[in-house]
């Protein structure tokens, strides 16, 4: 009995020291509380960029290779999967740094229309443009897009407008964040998130309402 209960003890002590070390007890943290190392706003990031950029690229796939017909759409929708693909590598890396939960749970997948869909939307789509500042034009006009992947051309525009509106308020947010690796990240695409941005027929002063 007593030979039993010093083998306990010692189980216990062992655990007791494992805890002490810093690194342990950050990587149990996460484990059984999942609590981020991640500051408010860089938690957000995460969640709100990280939950879109797969779903994003794969829509974007989608709309170059197969839902659409236009040109300048394939052109828009090839930028768009352009600048996911570049930042999820990077984000995996920093939410591994940070602690957090990456793919992030429950964001929502992207899943392709069906073809009958798809035929009917390309017949009552908009006349094909060849130069992306007909996209423009129609975008900056747009009304934004919700839930399930939408289909037609001009929806595709809206759509890309608007999460990329809520993209670029999260990367200005992340500029100016106390972490130099989240803020160097940041500073690096807010450019091409600008451009993007521009490029579906958003203004400058257009994301204030979103």
Same mark, same amino acid.
């Given at each position: ?9 010692? &189980? ?9 070390? #810093?690194? $342990? ?9 999942? $609590? ?10 995460? =969640? ?9 690229? *794969? ?5 170059? $290779? ?21 930042? &999820? #590598? ?10 957090? *939960?990456? #793919? &992030? ?9 069906? +073809? ?36 037609? +051309? ?8 608007? +999460?990329?509106?809520?993209?670029? *308020?999260?990367? =200005? ?17 807010? +450019?091409? &998130? ?17």
């Amino acid at each position: 009995m007593k030979l039993n209960t010093l083998f306990v003890a010692g &189980i216990c002590a062992s655990a007791l020291l494992a805890s002490c070390n #810093p690194q $342990t007890a950050k990587d149990n943290q996460l484990k059984y509380t999942h $609590t981020s190392l991640a500051d408010g706003d860089a938690y957000q990031f995460f =969640q709100k960029v990280g939950g879109k950029a797969v779903y994003e690229a *794969d829509y974007a796939t989608y709309m170059e $290779t197969a839902g659409s017909s236009s040109a300048a759409v394939k052109q828009l929708a090839a930028r768009v999967k352009e600048f996911y693909g570049s930042i &999820i #590598p990077t984000l995996d890396s920093l939410a591994i740094v940070n602690q957090v *939960d990456f #793919p &992030i749970k429950g964001a929502k997948l992207f899943v392709a229309p069906s +073809e009958s869909a798809t035929v009917a939307a390309t017949q009552t789509a908009a006349t094909d443009s060849a130069n992306v500042d007909h996209i423009a034009a129609h975008g900056a006009h747009a009304a934004h897009g919700h839930g399930a992947a939408a289909t037609g +051309e001009d929806a595709y525009i809206q759509h890309v407008q608007h +999460e990329t509106a809520v993209v670029k *308020d999260q990367f =200005q947010r992340l500029s100016r964040n106390t972490d130099k690796g989240l803020r160097t990240f940041a500073e690096a695409n807010l +450019e091409k &998130i600008a451009e993007l941005y521009k490029l579906s027929g958003g203004k400058e002063d257009g994301h204030a309402h979103h």
